[in-house]
């Protein structure tokens, strides 16, 4: 079992930064791909980036490609998302998953924490 917090949401100007973290229980962290999706108001949940057991490797939705970064320190059972440039459109609820890999369906959700980008 692995529960996920997230933390770091809140308001924030176009072109303002912010970081979001998630903390996870347990001592299985690095055995997961941890991922971010967001949910944006009327829309459908939608991923956002991906990173690998060890960091290695990385993903993201086009849009998002150099403004955010996905990292993760195993140590501290925690993923990263550096969100940079922010526009409008990222305003979302955002949440961080964990799934055995990069392309099966996660296994465990957090709650989410919310993003607003005023223009």
């Known amino acids: 079992q692995v529960q996920l917090v997230e933390s770091g949401g809140g308001l924030v100007q176009a072109g303002g930064s912010l970081r979001l973290s998630c903390a996870a229980s347990g001592r299985t962290f690095s055995t997961y791909y941890m991922k971010w999706f967001r949910q944006g108001p009327g829309k459908e949940r939608e991923f956002v980036a991906a990173?690998?057991?060890?960091?290695?490797?990385?993903n993201y939705k086009d849009s998002v490609k150099g403004r955010f970064t996905i990292s993760r320190d195993n140590a501290k059972n925690t993923v990263y998302l550096q969100m940079n440039s922010l526009k409008p459109e990222d305003m979302a609820v955002y949440y961080c998953?964990?799934?055995?890999?990069?392309?099966?369906?996660?296994?465990?959700w957090g709650p989410g924490t919310q993003v607003t980008v005023s223009s």
């Open positions: 990173i690998s057991w060890w960091g290695d490797s990385t």
């Open positions: 998953a964990a799934s055995r890999g990069i392309a099966t369906s996660p296994d465990y």
